[in-house]
């Protein structure tokens, strides 16, 4: 695997790697983008990507614009050496980890803000949040020039946002799939696995259970057409009663506008909630079938 840090090496690795070793030409190239803290959801992906296409480049950089004044920018987890060597027994090509400095140029002046789908939950809730997440990852995209990019369902809207982003400004194949979502791998106990899950205490970490749990309960309540607004107010109580602090927002959305719904809709939902326990904001979702949607088999 190669360590690179600068953009010029960067770009000629990773078009040696499209020409294959045998001269064999446009093999595929997928691009995983990652903050580091790497746990077995970060690992999942990769396993997905190697399964599609023949080389795969993970990045990372705790991008500080996707982080608010009093966020955990400073406290975020770092430690390249051990993730690097993860990545290296699971067969990914090219590990492109930056400065800072390599990624915003001095003078760095350019904002990517992606309207409606950015809005609400977390966008309202960390505000600039995804016009950092939207920026950076276009510069990735721009930078490594895949053919694949591979992102987690954990963070729905994230994804929702990027693949807006990736159609509106053509970054977009002609695959379907060029931007794959891979379902939230979790604990064993339901929790999403998460590099935040480490700040919590012990207690926390037990009273979180509460959180996967009480999305599970209130996706089905939904599905089997009990009223939204009473389910999400029953949600919030149990959160609270589980020992969460405050909640963030609670809310069934269009999966892909990301549209707030209060009723039952006919087309695939979500359901998305971010909550906080202790000093740290989980953040979770499920999807909601539609009332048209086929029962799954
Ligand atoms: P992060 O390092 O938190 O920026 O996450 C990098 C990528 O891993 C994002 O696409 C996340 O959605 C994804 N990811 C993080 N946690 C999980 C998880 N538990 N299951 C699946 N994907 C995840």
């Not at 595929?28 to 903050?35: C, D, E, Q, R, Y």
């Not at 409606?116 to 600039?128: D, T």
């Not at 939207?134 to 729905?156: H, I, M, S």
């Not at 069934?252 to 006919?266: F, G, K, M, Y």
Request: with cysteine.
């Amino acid at each position: 695997m190669q360590i690179i840090k600068h953009i010029i090496p960067l770009r000629d690795s990773v078009e040696a790697l499209r020409n294959g070793a045998a001269g064999r030409s446009a093999e595929t190239v997928a691009l995983i983008p990652t903050m580091g803290a790497l746990h077995e959801g970060h690992l999942t992906l990769v396993r997905e990507a190697r399964k599609r296409v023949d080389h795969v480049v993970v990045s990372i950089f705790v991008n500080p614009t996707q982080f608010g004044p009093n966020e955990d920018l400073d406290a975020y987890p770092r430690q390249l050496e051990q993730d690097s060597a993860t990545l290296e027994r699971e067969g990914v090509a090219i590990l492109w980890a930056p400065d800072v400095t390599e990624v915003y140029p001095e003078g760095f002046a350019t904002n990517i803000s992606v309207s409606g789908v950015s809005e609400n939950y977390c966008g309202a809730a960390r505000p600039g949040h995804f016009d950092g997440v939207a920026t950076v990852v276009c510069k990735l995209f721009n930078q490594v020039r895949p053919d694949y990019a591979f992102f987690g369902e954990k963070d729905w809207q994230q994804l929702a946002v990027i693949r807006r982003m990736a159609r509106d400004l053509d970054l977009t194949l002609p695959h379907a799939d060029h931007i794959h979502g891979v379902p939230t791998v979790r604990e064993e106990d339901g929790l999403a696995l998460s590099s935040r899950n480490r700040y919590l205490s012990p207690e926390n970490r037990q009273r979180a259970i509460a959180l996967p749990r009480a999305i599970r309960r209130t996706a089905d309540r939904i599905e089997r057409g009990e009223d939204v607004s009473a389910s999400l107010s029953e949600l919030k109580r149990a959160l609270l009663e589980a020992g969460f602090s405050s909640i963030d927002y609670a809310s069934l959305a269009d999966a892909t506008t990301l549209e707030p719904l209060d009723t039952r809709p006919d087309r695939p939902a979500r359901l998305l909630v971010a909550a906080r326990i202790g000093t740290t904001r989980l953040i979770d979702n499920m999807p909601v079938a539609g009332s048209h949607d086929k029962p799954a088999p």
